[in-house]
């Protein structure tokens, strides 16, 4: 049979419990064993616990179950979903009333859905590389932009030294990419392209109608296999080799894995 208690003791070296079943002032039960599937974590005093009582026999007994009651011996968190190392799980309200939903996976929070509907997806690849100095740019000659530095970089996929994004999980990836000629003539045009595995996946185009510095953006949502690698390039007509600018803000590829 199965009862409803209250968790009055709790032992993590043993994994035992003391629990007095709900409505019965004089019944408790000691040292009775707790469910393995349920984390140290969740076992907080003042919790309800549901106990599996076989046979009626009270030295048979075995909590399954544990979840706040609101009791003011009560503080902690809700339930769990785990694996059985108890490394990765689902943790339903970490604290109490917390109404979030957190995601663990080798002990590191990869998922938090909070109370608003916002879901964070903390490990997602997610890269901005960048040129920190100046690159020169032949004219009429489409040129790699040589992306040696990061903003940030979730999973290590920016590879800084062939100046590409490798992907590592097959998914929909954002892929953005901007490039400024600095000191372009009156009337010329810049090209920014993003390809894949050396075809064009996406480009932008800037004509520029008075001599000033010139930017151009290329934006495009794609379907990525393991294996394949990004990279930008550009292209300008302003007659001579220009130089891109050599910024974070001005000459960067950015890849985000969408799903």
Not at 8 to 16: A, G, I, L, R, V
Not at 45 to 57: D, E, H, S, T
Not at 140 to 154: G, K
Request: aromatic letters at 6%; charged letters at 15%.
């Amino acid at each position: 049979m199965l009862q409803l208690g209250i968790l009055k003791t709790w032992n993590s070296t043993t994994h035992k419990a003391g629990v007095q079943l709900v409505g019965s002032l004089t019944t408790y039960l000691d040292d009775i064993a707790v469910a393995t599937n349920i984390a140290a974590e969740a076992m907080i005093i003042g919790n309800y616990v549901l106990v599996a009582i076989p046979g009626g026999n009270p030295r048979d007994a075995c909590i399954v179950a544990s979840w706040p009651a609101g009791s003011s011996g009560g503080g902690g968190g809700g339930s769990k979903i785990q694996d059985a190392d108890g490394d990765t799980y689902l943790w339903v309200e970490k604290t109490a009333d917390e109404d979030k939903i957190h995601g663990v996976v080798k002990g590191v929070e990869a998922l938090l859905l909070d109370d608003a509907g916002v879901l964070t997806l903390a490990k997602q690849s997610s890269a901005k590389g960048y040129r920190n100095r100046g690159q020169s740019i032949p004219n009429a000659t489409w040129t790699t932009v040589q992306h040696n530095a990061e903003d940030y970089d979730i999973q290590n996929n920016f590879n800084l030294t062939n100046h590409r994004f490798e992907v590592t999980v097959s998914g929909v990836y954002l892929l953005i990419s901007a490039n400024t000629i600095i000191g372009m003539p009156a009337d010329s045009i810049l090209i920014t392209r993003i390809r894949v595995n050396g075809n064009d996946a996406g480009s932008g185009r800037f004509a520029l109608p008075i001599a000033d510095n010139g930017m151009a953006n290329a934006l495009t949502v794609k379907y990525l296999s393991a294996g394949q690698y990004i990279e930008s390039q550009i292209w300008h007509n302003c007659g001579t080799t220009k130089n891109i600018e050599g910024t974070s803000r001005g000459d960067y590829l950015i890849v985000h894995k969408l799903a």
